[in-house]
């Protein structure tokens, strides 16, 4: 979704709109991937109903900043927590926080 809104989609609904267009092999729907944008709210900024990426958005997006230090939410699927593993562009995998 940061990655949307990095290539100039500045409507959350717009954003909402891609998600379940492109990343339909998560399941989820429109209501969901709208409190997912709200939990994301520290990356971007919002003015006159538009958005676009706030100055740790772009470092999140950038790699120089870990987005979890930011987030505050810590969601569980299947008894793992999400803050143990980070995507690793590297090995192209996920991997635990400690390996990266």
Known sequence: ???????GIDE???????????EN???FGDLQYFKILEKLAPLYKEKDGRI????????????EMDFMKLITFFPKYGG???????????ERRLALVNRL
């Open 52 to 63: 676009s990426l706030n100055e740790d958005g772009k470092k999140v997006i950038s790699g």
């Open 25 to 27: 092999y998560y399941g």
């Open 1 to 7: 979704m940061v990655e949307f809104i990095d290539e």
């Open 80 to 90: 793992v927590s999400v803050q143990d593993y980070r995507w690793s562009r590297k």
């Open 12 to 22: 959350k609904r717009k954003v909402v709109r891609k998600m379940l267009r492109q």
